[in-house]
């Protein structure tokens, strides 16, 4: 059964080898299959300014094993939305707020993607948002996100126009959290009852984000 684990700065000394493991599915995953040049490294590990201690990785395990993974930063800080994509939102400042993440990097390995293990990825990312309060979730993808969320029953609304990046035509886009997403995608990921791990009490992902002034 696939389990998600919580990792933060908290307690990610328990998780070092699944970490770089993490690493290195994405660089397979990022680089490797989607051909992002940029992300490109020697040491074959994706590993950049956000994966610091103030992001939050959600894991799939499954024996131990790394299936997939996405990372969630907060939008109160510089994050990737503000600092590099922030042409994609169009006619309004960038989103954020306490109560707003930013998800990057998501990824499910390719034996595992025609499987349940993105719907459980998905209902587990809807449950820890709910659980710490909150209320968004910006992201940028390419368009085919768009379908494959509302199919998941995630409310989704556009921050701009579709751009060209990679080319690929890529979106900014926002999702809401909510108790009616998590039960639609639970239902198809099968599940009945949480997939999602806690090894630690960590403090609520609030207090964690440093004060940042107007």
Not at 116 to 134: H, I, K, P, S, Y
Not at 138 to 147: D, F, G, I, K, S
Request: with cysteine; hydrophobic share 40%; proline share 4%.
């Amino acid at each position: 059964m696939t389990s998600i684990h919580v990792i933060t700065d908290e307690n990610k000394a328990g998780y070092e080898a699944i970490l770089d493991d993490c690493f290195r599915l994405r660089h397979e995953v990022f680089v490797g299959e989607r051909g992002w040049r940029d992300l490109e490294r020697p040491d074959g590990r994706d590993v950049d300014a956000y994966d610091n201690d103030q992001a939050t990785y959600l894991v799939a395990l499954d024996d131990g094993r790394v299936i997939g993974g996405l990372r969630l930063y907060p939008t109160l800080l510089p994050h990737m939305i503000s600092e590099s994509f922030a042409h994609l939102v169009k006619g309004r400042d960038v989103l954020s707020g306490s109560t707003i993440l930013e998800c990057t990097r998501y990824f499910i390995v390719r034996e595992r993607r025609m499987g349940r293990t993105d719907c459980r990825l998905l209902a587990a990312f809807q449950q820890f948002c709910l659980e710490e309060g909150v209320t968004e979730v910006t992201a940028v993808v390419e368009m085919w996100w768009l379908p494959r969320w509302q199919q998941a029953g995630f409310k989704v609304r556009p921050l701009g126009l579709p751009t060209m990046i990679e080319g690929q035509h890529c979106i900014a886009a926002a999702i809401q959290i909510s108790e009616d997403s998590l039960r639609h995608v639970s239902r198809l990921a099968g599940l009945r009852g949480s997939c999602l791990v806690r090894a630690t009490a960590a403090p609520a992902l609030a207090d964690r984000v440093p004060h940042v002034a107007a």
